[in-house]
């Protein structure tokens, strides 16, 4: 009838564990947010970043104010009235690297 309708639960994956499939598919998504770049209208997306200096003892409760944030943000977007599915990518990671480390 037109509408967007959620016929699962939301599903969540594993936190801190390597998994080559969660990898490929955060590949895919950062495919897609590169396509919007060119291809959708700059009132419908936002992207930005802030490159900042940091003690990296913070991380772990940097990532937990980031799965806060994204939930907080994910019921206060979710409506019956849905007309669009839109994906929230936050990225946090050291802007040089070696093999994964600073």
């Known amino acids: 009838s037109g509408k967007l309708v959620r016929l699962a639960p ?11 499939y969660l990898r490929e598919q955060h590949r895919q998504f950062m495919f897609l947010a590169e396509d919007s770049l060119e291809n ?3 009132s419908l997306r936002d992207v930005g970043t802030v490159t900042i200096a940091i003690n990296s003892k913070k991380i772990p409760e940097a ?3 980031i799965l806060e ?3 907080k943000l994910a019921a206060f977007l979710e409506s019956e009235n849905a007309d669009q599915v839109y994906t929230l990518a936050t990225q946090l990671f050291p802007t040089k ?6």
């Open 69 to 71: 944030f994204r939930r």
């Open 10 to 20: 939301p599903l969540q994956t594993t936190k801190d564990i390597p998994s080559r």
């Open 40 to 42: 959708v209208d700059l």
């Open 63 to 65: 990532k937990k104010m």
């Open 97 to 102: 690297t070696y093999r994964g480390q600073p």
